[in-house]
């Protein structure tokens, strides 16, 4: 079973930007569709971003597209979240997940393996 390490968040400025890293250790990376979720304090988890197994295809929240970018490196066992025009409303701690059986899904119970998480916090 893969386990996942993300990296990149901190502190930014209202408008600024981060890229968060989500790096998969074990086999067959390419086998998971990968996932970017995040929850603010007092909230339920949300989706925000998945892609593909093989990376051709992404999808995003309505709440981040044109923001955010999902992307992955398969040779590398990593997955991004290029994350452009941060509001305070972005701060959340942000945790990739991988999905054996979905290819593409924005449901949190269809991930079976999740990260620790980073903290992500937009000031204003």
């Known amino acids: 079973q893969v386990q996942l390490v993300e990296s990149g968040g901190g502190l930014v400025q209202a408008g600024g930007s981060l890229r968060l890293s989500c790096t998969a250790s074990?086999?067959?990376?390419?086998?998971?569709?990968m996932g970017w979720f995040r929850q603010a304090a007092g909230k339920e988890r949300e989706f925000a971003a998945t892609?593909?197994?093989?990376?051709?295809?992404?999808y995003y929240a309505d709440s981040v597209k044109g923001r955010f970018t999902i992307s992955r490196d398969n040779a590398k066992n990593t997955v991004y979240l290029q994350m452009n025009s941060l509001s305070p409303e972005d701060t959340a701690v942000y945790y990739c997940?991988?999905?054996?059986?979905?290819?593409?899904?924005?449901?949190?119970?269809?991930?079976?393996?999740w990260g620790q998480g980073t903290q992500v916090t937009v000031s204003s």
């Open positions: 074990g086999r067959m990376f390419s086998r998971y569709a």
């Open positions: 892609i593909t197994r093989s990376g051709a295809g992404t």
């Open positions: 997940a991988a999905s054996t059986f979905y290819d593409r899904s924005w449901s949190v119970p269809d991930y079976d393996t």
